[in-house]
């Protein structure tokens, strides 16, 4: 523990080593070093402690932390991870050997299923992410099985997202309850003591609010009044469903929240929601993402942006808000901050310059600003040098550390700006984008047939023109008058016709032009030296631009130990890092420079988000004294539930008079289903659980029944993609009772389709006509249609009643060739690429996946290889496919 | 009795008891003629349907018993149209589908008078056709393939597939751009970026050891 240097971190550790509890902090303030201690605690052979819900990245910061503060070789012995890579048998030497484990929760749920773990042996449970524990999560259903088997082992759980657990109906409480835990420390900042450790010794800040350009304030404005229509028309077209549109307000849509707001609402009934609503949605989140865009990309990235969301755009089916005069305005004025048309212009200082196109190339004002600081440092440097006189600028993303490290290595002259020459090699990559456009529309997206193709839209909903009239007819009106004007058409037309222009001449100069470009790529390349790209900095080096990662930042401070952070972009965890750094480190001389955008809606932002973490406090605050949660009860409800469960058992089976004589009911689940919910509750409601992998049906029932499981999106992709044809076809040649389970979400209305979705004539897109043409193909096939998870769990019972227990050895070997190996899964993401590529069909795409090694050796090889693969014509179909330059008029 | 014969092969067979029925009203797509039939509907050669309204069930519960028995084992598509009209729909569900099994009967659930009819047309225009329309697609446009690929991984979307093809051109080129093209790409922050490339490299099979063998 000596690691912790805080007062209020010793504190927080000695107190949750105390008593079994969930902690909740503030971000910012080491919630990574705080579980750090408990590994080191921990990490003895004697011990068998289990990590759950973290992701790699966070073990490996956590594996790195404890290689730190231990002695070489020691800690990291007895801190492993255990994932889907490792096989069963490593898998039980681990779980022997001890220590401190990070399993993978669904790997570690069937291990508990299935006896691998010796569950009253393990000495206790870590909890990371605690905020995302669910009453249906896999994490949930660990602690169960946890509990059920081991009443002594602590319990201990983590979290940093207090506006989580601040949100809902006592969502503290029973969160809680999940975690088998009846305690909650509440770290937030303001806690005296940690008030009192952290404001003892503060950094020099300097507060620069820089105002943003005419140009951007328009842009930002017309973006929210886009915002505030789309959202006007989503309460229009959504009365129609059940959802609270209190929610919809354009503040409420500032945040990445909403979108989880709105996807809440919405999910359960998402398929039935008009595919208008969906593109609402859609464009809200695509705005949200502009406001950000604007303020953190230069003028030309965001222009570029712009055109190609509207090369994207369907004019029959597309967006609403790009229909509006605010779109326009910010189309506009995008472009005026690249360049004007000017009749007769020509540069004086690039003469391959596009004629009667004057460039304004407006940069980013932050730029001055953190230009302005830097000459400030080095003057000072200059005066008063340090030994550490490290640099270190802190930006939102990797994009920005780039963007600025070009800034900064840009050599100041007299005679122009610093961002000066960045903006022209902007301009001309803009430029070849611009005539690579052009070929690729006139190659591809051209010859798309008049109806998309893609699945997903489903026509007969074409968004209504704007009831105000054409909008095109009248923005060409306006925009003729003048010619000096910015172009204010952004109609795909005006669009096209400037793409052409541009395209042409890029042709006519290609020679000098391109030559030109490949100079200035490779001037860039040099600037941008790989060590520093990716944050490996040396020593040595005096500027350092980083981007935020959260916790991790605590540590890059300890490493570099600046003596000036420039905070480009805000960030309230940061700020907290940086008081922690300082209170760890009282001598060092610290200053920070926090620059912002003021009146923008990143300053909004910022602020809100300081000020929802704290109300989300003091609701937790407020909550922990009113909670009541006597752990016994909770356990004891436990026993209750399993006896009556038996007891009605008994029951309806007729007659039986103990429920000793019947054994518990068996399932063998596909180990893939271990990330749904219908396992956990299958298991709480007493069934017995066999965890393997099958190939063919995700839950076998008894001998005769296989049933596949599909939630409502699951059903609309699969018919999409064929998948189900392929996966009911092989249920209905192995087993004589296959069944199809449409499971809708619980907490929404039980239907498929909403009346008035219904269109006047029978079309094959509707989900009802596949659904026809799947029963007419598979006659057997049975359909479950189940309103809820624990409505499927009363059918299975059931189905169950008058059947014989199935066989695991039997489901493991259904459908799987004799010289496949059993055990063998596929990565999902890389299996649903491969079998969407031209070529490749439910044939052969498992011989390809045991073939090659990923989809990148697949792209790289040549005609005869994939001929080999999977023969001749559909090697070809395929090379053509991935080869196929769609900007270049060949093949 | 003799087998009924309709007048034509494309229409769909009612069952006079079902006269009443509200559901009538909405079949407009494909033409029905009342008939001595044991079903309530025959929509094909060898598929019928039966109906059941769940507030009916509620009321008569021994009907569909009934009806189920005096269609004994003919046809080979039997689909039980379960009219869900009451909230308190669950147990009812839950023993239809336990019945529904015992008797080789595929249930299908209609919400409303409108779409319990859409399934009945549906089943009777749809009675030769080929599932080739619910099958693995093949071959469509270059875009729409292109953006049905990419769009597999999460995060990625319709403008992003446009930047990328616009940009590298070839499905290769996508896939051999290195993280710094990426990165710098408009709408491609760090994670689209990470998931883009986990998806190009992640090996298809999970298994390490399959994986080894097959190197050597």
Same mark, same amino acid.
Not at chain 1, 151 to 180: C, N, R, V, W
Not at chain 1, 348 to 375: A, C, F, Q, T
Not at chain 2, 15 to 43: A, C, H, K, M, T
């Given at each position: 523990?000596?690691?912790?240097?805080?007062?209020?971190?010793?504190?927080?550790?000695?107190?949750?080593?105390?008593?079994?509890?969930?902690?909740?902090?503030?971000?910012?303030?080491?919630?990574?070093?705080?579980?750090?201690?408990?590994?080191?605690?921990?990490?003895?052979?004697?011990?068998?402690?289990?990590?759950?819900?973290?992701?790699?990245?966070?073990?490996?910061?956590?594996?790195?932390?404890?290689?730190?503060?231990?002695?070489?070789?020691?800690?990291?012995?007895?801190?492993?991870?255990?994932?889907?890579?490792?096989?069963?048998?490593?898998?039980?030497?681990?779980?022997?050997?001890?220590?401190?484990?990070?399993?993978?929760?669904?790997?570690?749920?069937?291990?508990?299923?299935?006896?691998?773990?010796?569950?009253?042996?393990?000495?206790?449970?870590?909890?990371?992410?605690?905020?995302?524990?669910?009453?249906?999560?896999?994490?949930?259903?660990?602690?169960?099985?946890?509990?059920?088997?081991?009443?002594?082992?602590?319990?201990?759980?983590?979290?940093?997202?207090?506006?989580?657990?601040?949100?809902?109906?006592?969502?503290?409480?029973?969160?809680?309850?999940?975690?088998?835990?009846?305690?909650?420390?509440?770290?937030?900042?303001?806690?005296?003591?940690?008030?009192?450790?952290?404001?003892?010794?503060?950094?020099?800040?300097?507060?620069?609010?820089?105002?943003?350009?005419?140009?951007?304030?328009?842009?930002?404005?017309?973006?929210?009044?886009?915002?505030?229509?789309?959202?006007?028309?989503?309460?229009?077209?959504?009365?129609?469903?059940?959802?609270?549109?209190?929610?919809?307000?354009?503040?409420?849509?500032?945040?990445?929240?909403?979108?989880?707001?709105? $996807? /809440?609402? %919405?999910?359960?009934?998402?398929?039935?929601? +008009?595919?208008?609503? &969906?593109? @609402?949605?859609? #464009? !809200?989140?695509?705005?949200?993402?502009?406001?950000?865009?604007?303020?953190?990309?230069?003028?030309?990235?965001?222009?570029?942006?712009?055109?190609?969301?509207?090369?994207?755009?369907?004019?029959?089916?597309?967006?609403?808000?790009?229909?509006?005069?605010?779109?326009?305005?910010?189309?506009?004025?995008?472009?005026?901050?690249?360049?004007?048309?000017?009749?007769?212009?020509?540069?004086?200082?690039?003469?391959?310059?596009?004629?009667?196109?004057?460039?304004?190339?407006?940069?980013?004002?932050?730029?001055?600003?953190?230009?302005?600081?830097?000459?400030?440092?080095?003057?000072?440097?200059?005066?008063?040098?340090?030994?550490?006189?490290?640099?270190?600028?802190?930006?939102?993303?990797?994009?920005?550390?780039?963007?600025? $490290? /070009?800034? %900064?290595?840009?050599?100041?002259?007299?005679? +122009?700006?610093?961002? &000066?020459? @960045?903006?022209? #090699? !902007?301009?001309?990559?803009?430029?070849?984008?611009?005539?690579?456009?052009?070929?690729?529309?006139?190659?591809?997206?051209?010859?798309?047939?008049?109806?998309?193709?893609?699945?997903?839209?489903?026509?007969?909903?074409?968004?209504?023109?704007?009831?105000?009239?054409?909008?095109?007819?009248?923005?060409?009106?306006?925009?003729?008058?003048?010619?000096?004007?910015?172009?204010?058409?952004?109609?795909?037309?005006?669009?096209?016709?400037?793409?052409?222009?541009?395209?042409?001449?890029?042709?006519?100069?290609?020679?000098?032009?391109?030559?030109?470009?490949?100079?200035?790529?490779?001037?860039?390349?040099?600037?941008?030296?790989?060590?520093?790209?990716?944050?490996?900095?040396?020593?040595?080096?005096?500027?350092?631009?980083?981007?935020?990662?959260?916790?991790?930042?605590?540590?890059?401070?300890?490493?570099?130990?600046?003596?000036?952070?420039?905070?480009?972009?805000?960030?309230?965890?940061?700020?907290?890092?940086?008081?922690?750094?300082?209170?760890?480190?009282?001598?060092?001389?610290?200053?920070?420079?926090?620059?912002?955008?003021?009146?923008?809606?990143?300053?909004?932002?910022?602020?809100?988000?300081?000020?929802?973490?704290?109300?989300?406090?003091?609701?937790?605050?407020?909550?922990?004294?009113?909670?009541?949660?006597?752990?016994?009860?909770?356990?004891?409800?436990?026993?209750?539930?399993?006896?009556?469960?038996?007891?009605?058992?008994?029951?309806?089976?007729?007659?039986?008079?103990?429920?000793?004589?019947?054994?518990?009911?068996?399932?063998?689940?596909?180990?893939?289903?271990?990330?749904?919910?219908?396992?956990?509750?299958?298991?709480?409601?007493?069934?017995?659980?066999?965890?393997?992998?099958?190939?063919?049906?995700?839950?076998?029932?008894?001998?005769?029944?296989?049933?596949?499981?599909?939630?409502?999106?699951?059903?609309?992709?699969?018919?999409?993609?064929?998948?189900?044809?392929?996966?009911?076809?092989?249920?209905?040649?192995?087993?004589?009772?296959?069944?199809?389970?449409?499971?809708?979400?619980?907490?929404?209305?039980?239907?498929?389709?909403?009346?008035?979705?219904?269109?006047?004539?029978?079309?094959?897109?509707?989900?009802?006509?596949?659904?026809?043409?799947?029963?007419?193909?598979?006659?057997?096939?049975?359909?479950?249609?189940?309103?809820?998870?624990?409505?499927?769990?009363?059918?299975?019972?059931?189905?169950?009643?008058?059947?014989?227990?199935?066989?695991?050895?039997?489901?493991?070997?259904?459908?799987?060739?004799?010289?496949?190996?059993?055990?063998?899964?596929?990565?999902?993401?890389?299996?649903?690429?491969?079998?969407?590529?031209?070529?490749?069909?439910?044939?052969?795409?498992?011989?390809?996946?045991?073939?090659?090694?990923?989809?990148?050796?697949?792209?790289?090889?040549?005609?005869?290889?994939?001929?080999?693969?999977?023969?001749?014509?559909?090697?070809?179909?395929?090379?053509?496919?991935?080869?196929?330059?769609?900007?270049?008029?060949?093949? | 009795?003799?087998?009924?014969?309709?007048?034509?092969?494309?229409?769909?067979?009612?069952?006079?008891?079902?006269?009443?029925?509200?559901?009538?009203?909405?079949?407009?797509?494909?033409?029905?003629?009342?008939?001595?039939?044991?079903?309530?509907?025959?929509?094909?050669?060898?598929?019928?349907?039966?109906?059941?309204?769940?507030?009916?069930?509620?009321?008569?519960?021994?009907?569909?018993?009934?009806?189920?028995?005096?269609?004994?084992?003919?046809?080979?598509?039997?689909?039980?149209?379960?009219?869900?009209?009451?909230?308190?729909?669950?147990?009812?569900?839950?023993?239809?589908?336990?019945?529904?099994?015992?008797?080789?009967?595929?249930?299908?659930?209609?919400?409303?008078?409108?779409?319990?009819?859409?399934?009945?047309?549906?089943?009777?225009?749809?009675?030769?056709?080929?599932?080739?329309?619910?099958?693995?697609?093949?071959?469509?446009?270059?875009?729409?393939?292109?953006?049905?690929?990419?769009?597999?991984?999460?995060?990625?979307?319709?403008?992003?597939?446009?930047?990328?093809?616009?940009?590298?051109?070839?499905?290769?080129?996508?896939?051999?751009?290195?993280?710094?093209?990426?990165?710098?790409?408009?709408?491609?922050?760090?994670?689209?970026?990470?998931?883009?490339?986990?998806?190009?490299?992640?090996?298809?099979?999970?298994?390490?050891?399959?994986?080894?063998?097959?190197?050597?």
């Amino acid at each position: 523990m000596s690691t912790l240097p805080l007062a209020f971190q010793k504190e927080i550790v000695a107190e949750l080593v105390a008593e079994d509890a969930l902690l909740i902090m503030a971000r910012g303030l080491g919630l990574r070093s705080i579980i750090g201690a408990f590994l080191q605690i921990h990490s003895q052979s004697q011990n068998l402690v289990m990590l759950i819900n973290t992701n790699a990245e966070e073990e490996a910061a956590l594996r790195d932390d404890l290689l730190r503060s231990t002695n070489v070789g020691q800690g990291g012995a007895y801190f492993r991870t255990i994932t889907s890579e490792q096989s069963v048998t490593e898998r039980g030497d681990l779980y022997r050997y001890g220590g401190v484990l990070a399993v993978t929760s669904r790997i570690l749920v069937m291990d508990l299923l299935t006896g691998r773990i010796p569950v009253h042996l393990v000495t206790g449970i870590l909890v990371a992410n605690a905020h995302r524990v669910t009453a249906t999560s896999t994490e949930a259903f660990i602690l169960r099985l946890f509990r059920q088997g081991n009443s002594e082992g602590f319990i201990k759980a983590f979290s940093d997202h207090p506006e989580t657990f601040s949100q809902g109906f006592a969502t503290l409480e029973k969160t809680m309850k999940l975690l088998y835990l009846r305690k909650v420390n509440l770290w937030p900042r303001f806690h005296v003591t940690v008030a009192e450790g952290l404001e003892s010794n503060t950094a020099n800040v300097i507060e620069i609010r820089q105002p943003m350009s005419k140009a951007m304030k328009t842009i930002q404005a017309a973006i929210v009044d886009c915002m505030d229509s789309c959202l006007q028309e989503l309460r229009r077209s959504s009365s129609a469903i059940e959802i609270d549109i209190d929610d919809f307000t354009v503040e409420k849509a500032l945040f990445k929240s909403f979108d989880i707001i709105i $996807r /809440r609402q %919405l999910d359960p009934i998402w398929h039935r929601v +008009s595919s208008k609503t &969906k593109q @609402l949605v859609g #464009d !809200l989140k695509m705005l949200r993402n502009l406001l950000g865009y604007l303020v953190s990309y230069d003028s030309v990235n965001f222009n570029l942006y712009l055109e190609t969301i509207l090369a994207t755009h369907n004019p029959t089916a597309g967006s609403y808000w790009l229909m509006t005069d605010p779109a326009d305005k910010i189309y506009s004025t995008a472009k005026s901050r690249v360049f004007l048309h000017q009749a007769g212009y020509s540069d004086p200082d690039n003469p391959n310059m596009l004629p009667n196109m004057r460039p304004i190339l407006e940069e980013l004002p932050k730029w001055n600003v953190l230009s302005e600081i830097m000459d400030e440092i080095e003057l000072e440097m200059y005066h008063a040098p340090h030994l550490e006189d490290t640099v270190l600028i802190m930006v939102q993303d990797q994009r920005t550390c780039a963007q600025l $490290r /070009r800034y %900064l290595s840009t050599p100041k002259s007299n005679s +122009s700006t610093r961002g &000066k020459p @960045l903006m022209k #090699d !902007l301009l001309h990559g803009y430029l070849r984008w611009k005539s690579n456009m052009k070929h690729f529309k006139d190659n591809v997206a051209n010859k798309r047939p008049a109806v998309p193709a893609t699945s997903s839209s489903t026509p007969g909903n074409h968004l209504p023109a704007p009831t105000r009239g054409p909008p095109n007819k009248r923005r060409r009106v306006r925009g003729g008058g003048s010619m000096a004007a910015p172009v204010s058409k952004h109609t795909t037309a005006s669009f096209d016709k400037e793409t052409e222009a541009i395209a042409a001449f890029i042709q006519a100069t290609q020679d000098d032009s391109v030559s030109v470009a490949r100079v200035n790529d490779h001037d860039l390349e040099e600037i941008d030296d790989p060590m520093d790209y990716f944050g490996l900095v040396e020593p040595s080096s005096l500027v350092v631009v980083h981007s935020y990662t959260g916790e991790s930042d605590a540590g890059l401070l300890e490493s570099i130990k600046p003596r000036f952070i420039i905070m480009y972009d805000p960030d309230p965890t940061f700020v907290r890092c940086i008081e922690v750094y300082k209170a760890c480190n009282p001598g060092k001389q610290v200053r920070v420079y926090f620059t912002l955008y003021d009146d923008s809606v990143e300053e909004q932002l910022y602020l809100s988000a300081l000020r929802r973490e704290k109300d989300a406090f003091t609701k937790l605050i407020h909550d922990k004294a009113s909670m009541v949660l006597p752990i016994e009860e909770i356990r004891a409800k436990q026993v209750q539930d399993q006896s009556l469960l038996r007891n009605i058992h008994t029951r309806i089976a007729g007659g039986g008079k103990s429920g000793e004589e019947r054994p518990l009911p068996r399932i063998v689940v596909d180990s893939r289903e271990f990330r749904s919910s219908l396992p956990s509750i299958l298991h709480s409601q007493g069934m017995v659980l066999d965890p393997c992998t099958i190939t063919v049906g995700d839950y076998i029932l008894s001998p005769n029944i296989c049933v596949e499981r599909k939630s409502i999106s699951d059903l609309i992709s699969s018919f999409a993609s064929g998948r189900l044809y392929t996966q009911v076809e092989a249920m209905t040649i192995h087993y004589s009772h296959p069944v199809l389970l449409i499971e809708f979400d619980q907490d929404k209305a039980f239907s498929l389709q909403d009346k008035s979705e219904i269109r006047p004539d029978i079309s094959i897109t509707e989900l009802s006509s596949k659904l026809v043409l799947l029963t007419i193909a598979f006659p057997t096939l049975r359909l479950i249609w189940s309103s809820s998870v624990h409505a499927t769990v009363e059918i299975f019972e059931d189905l169950k009643r008058s059947e014989d227990e199935p066989d695991v050895q039997k489901a493991q070997s259904v459908g799987v060739d004799p010289e496949q190996e059993i055990e063998s899964a596929f990565n999902l993401t890389p299996q649903d690429i491969l079998r969407s590529l031209p070529g490749i069909t439910s044939k052969n795409y498992k011989h390809v996946m045991n073939n090659v090694e990923s989809l990148r050796e697949l792209v790289n090889m040549d005609t005869s290889r994939l001929a080999a693969l999977v023969g001749e014509g559909p090697a070809q179909t395929l090379w053509n496919f991935l080869n196929k330059d769609s900007r270049l008029d060949m093949i | 009795p003799p087998p009924f014969v309709p007048k034509s092969k494309t229409t769909i067979v009612v069952n006079s008891s079902q006269r009443v029925n509200p559901l009538l009203q909405f079949i407009r797509n494909v033409p029905y003629e009342y008939g001595d039939i044991v079903p309530d509907f025959v929509v094909g050669l060898t598929s019928c349907v039966l109906f059941l309204s769940i507030r009916y069930h509620l009321l008569h519960p021994e009907y569909i018993f009934n009806r189920i028995a005096a269609l004994g084992k003919t046809y080979v598509l039997r689909v039980l149209l379960v009219l869900v009209d009451k909230d308190t729909h669950q147990q009812v569900i839950r023993e239809l589908t336990r019945v529904a099994i015992l008797n080789d009967f595929t249930i299908v659930c209609a919400w409303s008078n409108e779409e319990a009819a859409r399934y009945i047309e549906t089943y009777k225009a749809y009675e030769n056709k080929a599932p080739d329309a619910i099958k693995e697609r093949v071959d469509n446009d270059y875009l729409s393939k292109l953006t049905d690929c990419l769009t597999q991984i999460q995060a990625v979307n319709k403008t992003d597939v446009i930047t990328l093809a616009s940009t590298f051109g070839s499905f290769k080129s996508i896939m051999n751009a290195s993280v710094d093209e990426l990165g710098v790409l408009p709408g491609f922050g760090e994670r689209k970026v990470k998931r883009l490339l986990e998806a190009f490299d992640q090996p298809f099979a999970i298994d390490p050891k399959k994986r080894r063998r097959r190197r050597l």
